[in-house]
């Protein structure tokens, strides 16, 4: 027994960079037929796209370096198309720096590959929205928005002109225009077999939705006006039975997915609520479920179909378990599970062998010992607003009187976060730390009252409801309140920084990533950026109460920076294209003109969402150790 706890005590987490690396498999995609897969993996300290059999059988390899892989999309069942993106001004256009996304078609038959559009002297080389591929004869087609460079170049910067939907050839590259854009944002439903269904625009001038059957100027199916802040007015693709289009729309009291026949128009019928994510068949792209964003809950309308997705889930007891992929038949299902000692796994389910094969483990060098447990707390805001949030606590240590670390998520508007594996979150427990993360009012997942409670408490309501949780953990003995830091990315960093300047006595330190610090600046930045379409400005300013008349330098971390009482460390990308590096610049001016300790790192070629692995090593190692200096665990 003594030799037992001798080797326990002495049993080292592992290096912290672990934690930092991307995930050694992602993107995981079953082909419609459910013969072949596709993922993103590491290969040694290369990463590459594989295509196997699902026997195994490799089928293709090409190696993808640093490129910032987002998506794989099939083409059948012998091409794909692998979307990236890249924080760039392209060339010739005066506007600023933004992260365009661009694609790579492989025939998995020839081998053979090209950039799409790299060569056009007319389209932009990138994409604004993937609308689908269609079978037309022996012809494959990838429906896309995009603009031309005679259309973009002179008006560009008013930002109130639209992309047009175009259709390539797959085979050649070859791109004719499709559908004009209509009068607004807009989103197009195409047909398996490339017919225009509907065409669907929100005008941010005129604050209305519109929905035309086939192309723009089609018989008028719906109409919604709307709030100048509300972008969830929008076509959201094939309904369930050929000749449906979906609308999703967010009313006063819920979000609905409505489906509508486009020979009839009128309200249609509404076949799920909630913020949920919809489910479309392999090849027909029809509707055929959703999925929960709060627990990952899968809801098929074909009950043979809901038993095969039960019985996979059911294969994993004591887990979480996602379902990633897919065939047509739903022969074949790609899961993904993680636990209290799963650091996340890809499984892929053949449902007729009644089987599962392990793919690969998502973060191979954590080991099960060494995952935290998480699980999901329960309490109250101040106000009575029931709230919850995700607890990790450190692998294999006693859940009393912990140090703790708050890391609220970003967004704000967003699902918010589970009992789920969390890199992040598990770096910090690996270092002896309880992690807290709360999803305070607004969080999405809780229901549109909970959304609407938001509205107004940004750095107020929004902000207790982080600290209540803490207080609410040290009541329970979990940790304590003494030994807290708070730590947070986008508006995340935010919650961070008001954390000690709007708030004081409750954490002896502060790290934020890519936060906003002045929200009279960013609101700003924000307008002149997105032009006459002031959806995203009325949001922020909805939210931040500024619509209401209540004074943004209140609720701004650098306009209250004299009053900050820990140490603070900002740490941000240069290539930022959302919350723009000068709003960490500010803070840092701000706290050094009040003479209040701050540290500034900055991430060269990092864009918002640390997609790079040297830079998620990097923020790792310095917000760890930032947090270890001011708010020891031992």
Excluded at 220 to 246: F, I, K, N
Excluded at 354 to 367: F, G, M, T
Excluded at 554 to 573: E, M
Excluded at 584 to 597: D, F, I, N, R, Y
Aim: hydrophobic content about 40%; aromatic content about 8%; overall charge negative.
């Amino acid at each position: 027994m003594a030799a037992f706890a001798v080797g326990s005590a002495a049993r080292a987490a592992p290096p912290l960079e672990v934690y930092g690396r991307l995930p050694a498999v992602d993107l995981v995609d079953l082909a419609p037929g459910g013969e072949s897969f596709a993922l993103v993996a590491r290969d040694g300290d290369a990463r590459r796209l594989f295509v196997r059999k699902t026997d195994g059988t490799p089928v293709f390899v090409a190696a993808v370096g640093d490129s910032k892989v987002r998506d794989i999309q099939w083409i059948g069942d012998d091409q794909l198309v692998v979307f990236g993106s890249s924080t760039m001004q392209l060339p010739d256009l005066s506007f600023e720096k933004m992260e365009w996304t661009g694609g790579v078609h492989i025939d998995l038959n020839t081998k053979a590959s090209y950039i799409l559009m790299k060569e056009s002297h007319t389209y932009l080389p990138a994409m604004f929205g993937w609308y689908g591929q269609a079978q037309i004869g022996d012809r494959w087609y990838g429906y896309f928005a995009d603009y031309t460079y005679e259309q973009i170049a002179p008006t560009y910067q008013s930002r109130m002109i639209w992309p047009d939907l175009y259709r390539m050839d797959m085979a050649t590259g070859k791109v004719e225009k499709a559908a004009p854009a209509g009068a607004g944002d807009t989103d197009w439903a195409i047909g398996p077999d490339g017919a225009l269904l509907a065409t669907g625009a929100f005008d941010a001038r005129g604050q209305g939705f519109k929905l035309a059957a086939g192309k723009w100027g089609g018989p008028t199916l719906l109409t919604r006006s709307a709030q100048a802040g509300d972008a969830e007015v929008h076509l959201a693709g094939l309904g369930r039975t050929p000749g449906t289009v979906l609308v999703r729309e967010r009313n006063d009291q819920d979000t609905v997915v409505r489906e509508i026949q486009v020979s009839q128009g009128g309200e249609g019928e509404v076949v799920t609520h909630g913020d949920v994510e919809l489910l479309r068949g392999r090849l027909s792209r029809q509707l055929i479920g959703w999925r929960e964003g709060s627990n990952g809950a899968v809801h098929m309308f074909d009950p043979a179909l809901q038993r095969r997705v039960d019985a996979s889930r059911k294969a994993f007891p004591g887990l979480n378990v996602t379902l990633v992929s897919y065939d047509e038949t739903f022969d074949h299902l790609v899961m993904l599970t993680d636990g209290s000692d799963d650091s996340g796994t890809y499984w892929l389910v053949d449902i007729p062998k009644k089987s599962a094969r392990r793919i690969d483990h998502a973060n191979p060098l954590i080991k099960p010992e060494d995952v935290g447990p998480v699980r999901m707390i329960q309490y109250k805001a101040a106000d009575g607003l029931e709230l919850d949030g995700a607890l990790t606590l450190p692998p294999g240590g006693a859940a009393k009187n912990l140090p703790l670390v708050v890391l609220p998520h970003g967004g704000p508007i967003v699902l918010g976060d589970g009992a789920q594996f969390d890199w992040w979150a598990q770096a910090f427990a690996s270092r002896g730390y309880a992690v807290f993360q709360p999803n305070y009012r607004g969080t999405l997942g809780h229901g549109e009252a909970f959304r609407k409670a938001a509205y107004g408490e940004l750095g107020r309501k929004m902000q207790t409801d982080v600290s209540d949780g803490v207080a609410a953990l040290a009541a329970q003995g979990i940790i304590d309140p003494k030994r807290a830091c708070i730590v947070g990315a986008s508006y995340g960093g935010y919650a961070a920084l008001a954390g000690v300047t709007l708030q004081h006595g409750l954490y002896r330190c502060a790290v934020s990533v890519a936060g906003v610090g002045d929200f009279g600046r960013m609101i700003t930045w924000d307008s002149v950026r997105d032009g006459s379409d002031m959806r995203g400005v009325n949001f922020w300013r909805d939210l931040s109460g500024a619509s209401a008349g209540q004074n943004l330098a209140d609720i701004s971390p650098v306009r209250q920076a004299a009053r900050a009482d820990a140490p603070i460390l900002l740490i941000h990308g240069l290539d930022d294209t959302v919350v723009p590096i000068e709003q960490s610049k500010m803070m840092e001016k701000a706290l050094k003109a009040a003479g209040k300790p701050v540290e500034f790192v900055t991430m060269a070629g990092e864009d918002h969402w640390l997609s790079k692995e040297p830079s998620r090593k990097a923020m790792l190692a310095a917000a760890v150790a930032f947090v270890e200096k001011h708010n020891p665990a031992n």
